[in-house]
Every structure is written in C-alpha cells, then in structure tokens.
C-alpha cells in the first residue's frame, strides 16, 4: 500500500526557512517521481518542484527557482523540500505526491500524479 506522509511545515516569518519531508513507502515499482504541490483555498492546486529517481532531474515553477531546493534521500525514503526566502504569498497547504514509475518530460501536472499525502500548513506571516 502507498503511503506518503508530509511533515515539517509552520509557522514562519517573511524571508525565513522551513524544510518540509515527505516520507513514502509502499513503492513496487524499480522508478517514482515525487512531487511537491501547494493549494491555497479557493484556489487551484498548483505544482512547486519534482525529482525523479530514475535520473534525478528536478523541476520548478518559476515561482520558487532560486528559493526551494528538493532533494531526494533514497538511505530513508524521504524527500525534502528547503524552502528559502519565504514569502507571504507561499503560504499554503503543501502536499507531496508520487508517481510510480517515471514522466517523459518531467512534469508538474496535477493529472500526471496517482498518490497523494494529507498535506502540512505553511503559513509565512510576520
């Protein structure tokens, strides 16, 4: 059974950090890709950064590049996401999610992903 966990999010000032994980398990298959989203409510969930492990490509959305780096811990099955420079306008509920297998291009559609964790708060205010 798939399971994806998202821990590490909070409370934060603007221009601050926070490392949010993501812990999965249940994977069968030899390639995944893991996804970082966030939804703001009323809003449509939009994708924020992707690696996969097949070559350990990684995507952004613009909005991130330069701020949030993502990085793959394959020794724990985790996934972390080191969020930089942390703006008012990133606060959201972040969910991590998992494709198994892999994505040619390597992408951040929403559609492209299959399991999906609870999501964990991030709330950048001052």
């Known amino acids: 059974q798939v399971q994806l966990v998202e821990s590490g999010g909070g409370l934060v000032q603007p221009g601050g950090s926070l490392r949010l994980s993501c812990s999965f398990s249940?994977?069968?298959?030899?390639?995944?890709?893991i996804g970082w989203f966030r939804q703001v409510p009323g809003k449509q969930r939009e994708g924020v950064s992707c690696i996969s492990s097949r070559d350990g490509s990684t995507r952004y959305a613009d909005s991130v590049k330069g701020r949030f780096t993502i990085t793959a811990h394959d020794n724990n099955n985790t996934v972390s996401l080191q969020m930089n420079s942390l703006e008012p306008e990133d606060t959201a509920i972040y969910y991590c999610?998992?494709?198994?297998?892999?994505?040619?291009?390597?992408?951040?559609?929403?559609?492209?992903?299959?399991?999906w964790g609870q999501g964990t708060q991030v709330t950048v205010s001052s």
């Open positions: 249940g994977f069968t298959v030899q390639y995944h890709v």
């Open positions: 999610a998992a494709v198994l297998g892999f994505i040619s291009p390597l992408r951040l559609g929403i559609s492209d992903y299959d399991y």
